[in-house]
């Protein structure tokens, strides 16, 4: 098992550059997230997608987009960077059947915009 | 409001003394509380977790926290440091069941003086 696997590891945009960040997990969980994470504010929902063929805002969805291509897909789309989305990006899936919540991790992608 | 708090981004001791971690949360509801591991340039890794079951969790590489109801509190303790445990901590919490998405604290980076 893979786990969650996300592409790419690095990325460098300029202002205004549109990318897709992609993520697929193998464990056949119905549960994906988005999060980013910014030096000492922990990690922060972007957008969620409880089952296939759902998807909901988190905590910071401007300037994102996500789809849920299948069950083991999750791609977040940023359309016109900015500076501000400048962090480290991660995907998690989780189970739903046995309530217990937690959350699987993927290595991250580290997104740089100039 | 803040839902998680960690006490402490930086934390320091030395090899075999005690590693205590502190998490306090504000919950109106029966809290599931997590403790992730993120060590350089990886994701997270789930420490152990809290479901009601026990109040007392113990986790992996010798990890476990107390859960404190009266003191909504979830303290990570380990009795003797390795060096290998330097890493950044991150407490979360899930405060909608519904949508299963995890709140986390800001972090506690970890370091162990040899």
């Known amino acids: 098992n893979a786990g969650v696997t996300q592409t790419p590891k690095f990325q460098v945009l300029k202002t205004g550059q549109s990318m897709t960040l992609q993520c697929a997990q193998d464990?056949?969980?119905?549960?994906m997230y988005w999060y980013r994470q910014d030096p000492g504010m922990g990690l922060r929902l972007i957008y969620y997608?409880?089952?296939?063929?759902?998807?909901d805002k988190g905590e910071v969805p401007n300037g994102y987009n996500v789809s849920r291509l299948n069950k083991r897909e999750f791609s977040l789309r940023l359309e016109s960077a900015a500076p501000s989305q400048t962090s480290v990006y991660f995907c998690?899936?989780?189970?739903?059947?046995?309530?217990?919540?937690?959350?699987?991790f993927g290595p991250g992608t580290r997104l740089t915009v100039t | 409001a803040q839902s998680v708090t960690q006490l402490g981004s930086h934390v320091s001791v030395s090899e075999g003394a005690l590693v205590l971690l502190r998490c306090n949360y504000s919950?109106?509801?029966?809290?599931?509380l997590f403790w992730y591991v993120q060590y350089p340039n990886q994701g997270l890794q789930l420490l152990l977790k809290?479901?009601?079951?026990?109040?007392l969790v113990k986790g992996i590489n010798g990890f476990e926290a107390e859960f404190k109801k009266s003191e909504t509190s979830f303290h990570l303790t380990k009795p003797s440091a390795h060096m290998s445990d330097a890493a950044e901590y991150f407490c979360a919490v899930v405060l909608d069941t519904g949508r299963r998405a995890l709140t986390f604290g800001s972090g506690t980076r970890l370091q162990v003086q040899p």
């Open positions: 997608s409880a089952s296939e063929g759902t998807t």
């Open positions: 998690a899936s989780s189970e739903v059947w046995n309530r217990a919540y937690e959350q699987y």
């Open positions: 809290y479901t009601s079951a026990a109040t």
């Open positions: 464990m056949n969980h119905n549960s």
């Open positions: 919950s109106s509801v029966p809290p599931y």
